[in-house]
């Protein structure tokens, strides 16, 4: 198992920048893809940012893609998302994620998750 914590999130204005830090905790954290989700008050969680296990493949959703880059440290046992030019829309609880398995965006393929960091964006 792994255990996950997120930090990071916070209030800021739009345009500004944060950068959310996923720590693991457990089995060997480079055994795991990685991702980011996010859910906004009353929407369903959605997927943000993936990961592979080396760090060299990413993919974004495409509200995301030029403004947010996820990335890893495997020697940290750390996931990041580094979000700039964020927007009002951006403003969620952000969760990572760790998928045993597959290479994926849906949120049934991942099997251990943190307990969030929020994000709220004002206008």
């Known amino acids: 198992q792994v255990q996950l914590v997120e930090s990071g999130g916070g209030l800021v204005q739009a345009g500004e920048s944060l950068r959310l830090s996923c720590a693991a905790s457990g089995r060997t954290f480079s055994t795991y893809i990685m991702g980011w989700f996010r859910q906004a008050p009353g929407k369903e969680r959605e997927f943000a940012a993936v990961?592979?296990?080396?760090?060299?493949?990413?993919t974004y959703t495409d509200s995301v893609k030029g403004r947010f880059t996820i990335s890893r440290d495997n020697a940290k046992n750390t996931v990041y998302l580094q979000m700039n030019s964020l927007k009002p829309e951006d403003t969620a609880v952000y969760y990572c994620?760790?998928?045993?398995?597959?290479?994926?965006?849906?949120?049934?393929?991942?099997?251990?998750w943190g307990q969030g960091t929020q994000v709220t964006v004002s206008s």
């Open positions: 994620a760790a998928s045993e398995k597959l290479f994926s965006t849906k949120t049934t393929w991942y099997d251990y």
């Open positions: 990961i592979n296990r080396s760090g060299a493949v990413t």
